[in-house]
């Protein structure tokens, strides 16, 4: 029983529309038209623009008053620099002046004394008033420990003598660049400055119209410029629009043709699956017919051929329902006759029937010779079992066949049994091979591409 392959049908093809870049190629042509027309107004204005011009020797001095000016320009920033240089420095002494100041009025404002000089003087006073003896014993004392506080104090004082010189130092660096700031002036600069200004106040004004009519030019430029950059990015938004069109496009192309590859594989897997399985059924079938039914049935033929009396069984039902009868071979096998053989070619006659009558009988014994048809030869030969040359030899012969019909009877069941294992072998050892030659085919190779009913355009 052969299976044939059930043919492909793939699903219906989804047509997946290209976005329109003919529509978009319109689009920017129209704007590009529309630039060549911006930049034939653009050469127009460059033209005019050209034809205004200025006595080169007014423009020749006016560059000159220009490239001065910006001189003075750098000049006045350099003195601006350096004044501002001056005064962070006048902050930071002054501030460190102030500190100085502070901790001197910390220390002196805890006592009356403001300098070393009113404390020798209170010193001498007191020590004055001991020497001359009039003091009482406690006012003595009271004095004497006053003036070992006022020497203590003085020698803190020396401290604050050093402080004060250096606040006089930084008082005198103040002084020093105020001066300086003084020196640096731009006035000098600023005069310069005013006086080129107004020379170039004076060109310009005798020049007016002219410039007048260059600088509206120049803003009729700018604003074509600007207008052209619109242009431009319209096209650029225009392109980046279809650029995500089409991006998306190519992603539903892909999922179909995904979906399709998957719906291919497993139209394949079915069909081999089916295969497999009418394969199975088919081994099984086959092996399942009882064993050695064409021979048992070429056997009762035979016993039947020979002996009239023979009484044939019916024919075995096999398993697909059609009576088993003895094989036919297209190529009839080759057998050798004895030389005292003679065949005889009967026409219109099957060896299969028997003898029909005695008179029949008789007359073959009558016969010189003993015949045998060739498909009896044949179909004992297939049997292995020897062809009687004579008559004599035919009993022997069907005793053989009888003992051969028995043993084969016998192990018939057996033999079915064995054949159905070695065909669900046989299976399985085809489908693990088969299944292997699956994984090892997908390891290496890619499914067939399916089409897809799309077109692809160029980015």
């Known amino acids: 029983m052969s299976s044939s392959p059930v043919p492909f049908k793939s699903a219906p093809k989804k047509f997946i529309k290209r976005p329109d870049d003919k529509a978009l190629k319109a689009e920017i ?10 930049d034939l107004s653009n050469n127009d204005l460059n033209g005019q623009i050209s034809k205004l011009q200025i006595d080169q020797s007014v423009m020749d001095k006016r560059n000159k008053l220009q490239a001065e000016l910006k001189g003075l320009i750098a000049k006045q920033a350099n003195v601006k620099n350096e004044r501002n240089a001056i005064n962070d420095q006048i902050k930071a002494v002054d501030a460190q002046l102030k500190k100085r100041i502070a901790e001197i009025q910390a220390q002196t404002s805890k006592n009356s004394f403001k300098n070393v000089e009113e404390i020798d003087a209170r010193i001498k006073y007191l020590d004055g008033l001991i020497d001359a003896g009039d003091l009482k014993l406690a006012d003595e004392r009271r004095f004497v420990k006053e003036m070992s506080g006022l020497r203590k104090l003085r020698k803190d004082f020396g401290g604050i003598e050093k402080i004060q010189a250096l606040i006089d130092q930084d008082k005198e660096k103040i002084a ?15 005069a310069q400055f005013e006086a080129i200004q107004k020379e170039l106040d004076e060109i310009n004004e005798s020049n007016k119209t002219i410039i007048s009519q260059r600088n509206e030019l120049y803003d009729k430029r700018a604003a074509v410029k600007k207008q052209k950059d619109e242009k431009y990015d319209q096209i650029r938004k225009l392109r980046v629009e279809f650029d ?22 497993a139209k394949l897997l079915e069909e081999k699956q089916q295969k497999r399985k009418e394969f199975a059924q088919q081994q099984l079938a086959e092996a399942s017919i009882p064993a050695f039914t064409a021979e048992i049935n070429s056997i009762h033929n035979l016993l039947a051929h020979f002996d009239p009396t023979y009484v044939k069984p019916a ?4 398993s697909n329902g059609e009576s088993s009868t003895l094989p036919t071979n297209d190529n009839i096998r080759k057998v050798e006759f004895p030389e005292d053989l003679v065949v005889i070619k009967k026409e219109q006659e099957d060896f299969f029937t028997g003898s029909k009558s005695k008179k029949s009988a008789k007359h073959k014994k009558k016969s010189k010779n003993f015949n045998v048809a060739p498909d009896v030869v044949v179909a004992l030969s297939d049997l292995s079992i020897p062809f009687p040359t004579k008559e004599e030899e035919v009993e022997p012969t069907v005793k053989i066949l009888k003992e051969t ?4 009877e016998e192990k018939q ?8 294992e070695k065909a669900k072998a046989r299976i399985a050892k085809l489908e693990a091979e088969e299944d292997a030659a699956e994984a090892a085919e997908e390891a290496e190779t890619a499914t067939p591409e399916v089409e897809v009913e799309a077109e692809e355009v160029d980015a």
């Not at 042509?29 to 911006?38: A, H, V, Y």
């Not at 020093?176 to 600069?189: A, C, D, F, M, Y």
């Not at 190519?250 to 399709?260: C, Y």
């Not at 024919?315 to 096999?318: G, N, R, S």
């Open 29 to 38: 042509d129209e704007l590009k038209n529309e630039i060549k027309k911006l």
């Open 413 to 420: 069941e057996e033999q079915t049994k064995t054949n159905i």
């Open 244 to 265: 995500e069109k089409f991006a998306n496009f190519k992603k539903q192309l892909a999922e179909e043709k995904k979906k399709r590859d998957e719906e291919y594989k």
């Open 405 to 408: 019909l028995v043993a084969l």
């Open 315 to 318: 024919p075995k039902k096999a």
């Open 176 to 190: 020093e660049l105020k001066k300086k700031l003084s020196g640096v002036q731009n006035k000098e600069i600023q």
